[in-house]
């Protein structure tokens, strides 16, 4: 089983609506996660961090669920901006290590 | 522009040579890492330093591969004998040191082996 595992999609969604991805994860000692976004051909860029329970920032909501060791991620009223690939991240305990899954690829479609 | 830099951004090289990319992190930073991305996956780590130390390597760093960070500022990273598996994009990033803290990434070094 892979440490992160993602939906790799492609996630096709109109604008404005709702879409949410999952991820899960295996190390039951992460503390905490992360949501990276990436452009095409661009560096991963920190979107949103999960900490407890989760985190909300604007249209973006992040939930960690320890039990069923998932986290998910929900942006609502989508934007065409909003079309990247989402990278779900657990860290190892001290945060040295990201071990990234392999991305769900979102187009917002006008 | 404050962030963190990579040089160069793109290299092309043939089977069997050695390249050598850079990476200068956020000034503040005292942790540097490297990761390797594949065309349809996520980053893979390679290897971190803290200050001028490097405190682990990944098992995908083969012994072809070899880092440093001799003043515990700028890193480089040398590939020796370049096969072809070894194209993809190198992604370097930092942070401080101090648990919960976001790593920043470069924009990577793209590479090529034909």
């Known amino acids: 089983r892979k440490e992160v595992e993602q939906d790799p999609g492609p996630f096709n969604v109109p604008e404005g609506a709702t879409v949410a991805f999952n991820c899960t994860y295996s190390n039951s000692a992460s503390q905490s996660f992360f949501w990276y976004r990436q452009d095409c051909r661009k560096e991963p860029k920190l979107l949103m961090s999960v900490y407890s329970s989760g985190n909300e920032d604007g249209r973006f909501t992040a939930q960690l669920n320890r039990a069923s060791q998932y986290i998910s991620l929900l942006i609502r009223d989508s934007k065409l901006s909003d079309s990247a690939t989402y990278l779900c991240?657990?860290?190892?305990?001290?945060?040295?290590?990201?071990?990234f899954g392999t991305g769900t690829r979102l187009t917002i479609i006008p | 522009d404050t962030g963190v830099s990579q040089d160069p951004r793109h290299k092309i090289t043939k089977r069997g040579q050695n390249v050598t990319f850079r990476c200068d992190p956020i000034s503040e930073h005292n942790r540097l890492y490297w990761y390797r991305q594949t065309l349809g996956q996520g980053p893979e780590f390679l290897t971190y330093?803290?200050?001028?130390?490097?405190?682990?390597k990944s098992r995908l760093l083969s012994d072809r591969f070899s880092a440093e960070r001799p003043k515990g500022s700028f890193s480089t990273l040398e590939i020796q004998r370049t096969e072809q598996g070894d194209s993809a994009m190198y992604l370097c990033?930092?942070?401080?040191?101090?648990?919960?803290?976001?790593?920043?990434f470069g924009p990577g070094t793209r590479l090529l082996v034909l």
């Open positions: 990033a930092s942070s401080r040191r101090t648990r919960q803290e976001t790593q920043y």
């Open positions: 330093f803290q200050n001028e130390a490097q405190l682990e």
């Open positions: 991240v657990a860290p190892n305990f001290g945060n040295e290590k990201l071990t």
